[in-house]
């Protein structure tokens, strides 16, 4: 069944994968193509041609240079979808021209996209990203979560693997989208799940395990499915101090694969203009594995 679902009524259906054809990008394809065949997902590949270049360009010049930056581009994707198994119903190609996050945004809602997934190559907290300013652009106004490779994320193989997924959460109550997916990737991948609270203040007299045990119960209950065999591979772990130091500080330690993260769901307009969420992009720029970002 395509868009694969299990206990968590997650489906991924058709997955998209944005690249500029940089190193950033090309480091994500593996986490886009894993997490298709995973889930038995289509996976569209899509290169948005900027034509801004192209207004330097003399008028008559200009179509014969969008038709050739258009078939390179079809070769580059040719190049790097050979390299990798794919069957020629699984994956579609999509090149198009103009505003690179406008289309983006546009193909994720005309093909019905479950998830994007797009590197980034910036330096500073966000400030450089993938296509220039894309990568930020689409995060705050994708309306399917998206997964971002940040530029200090190692090195995958061309089949990459999650064994570890971390999921930061409040606890009670915890009424986000972010634990299905959370859960739901550790139930495909049979992978390790922990489940993180951060608190600002620094522990009590009580024990770790004291202050978590409950609110950890309570939060299986309501997330995984009594016959579910991720109920044994499910972990609990206190953090203490700022948030992002905590999550990045685990995240090394216990080699996690994947970070799921809930971020507030906005009116696109407002997303547009509101200030830099400051816990998630922090992590994303400083993290070294993929974060997942599920409004």
Known sequence: MNGQERNTGIILANILFGTDFSPASEAAFPYALTIADHYQAKLYIAHVINLEPFDLVAPESSPGMIKKAREQARRKIDELVGTRRIEA???QVIVAEGAVPELLLDIIQRNKIDMAVLGTRGR???KKLLLGSVAEEVFRMASCP????????????AQAQLRHVLYPVE????????????VSLAEQYGASLTVMNVREDMPSSATKAE????????????????GSDLRDRVRWERGFGPAPAAILDFAARAAVDVIVMSVSRLDPVMASRLP????TYEVVSRASCPVLTVR
Do not use: C, H, M
């Open 211 to 226: 202050q978590i045990t409950q609110p950890a119960k309570r939060w299986l209950e309501d997330n995984v499915s009594p």
């Open 171 to 182: 606890f009670a109550p915890d009424s986000s989208e972010a634990a299905k997916y959370a």
């Open 89 to 91: 119903d699984r994956f």
């Open 124 to 126: 500073r907290a966000f």
């Open 146 to 157: 998206v997964l971002l490779i940040g530029p200090r994320t190692a090195p995958a193989p």
């Open 276 to 279: 830099k969420f400051g816990t």
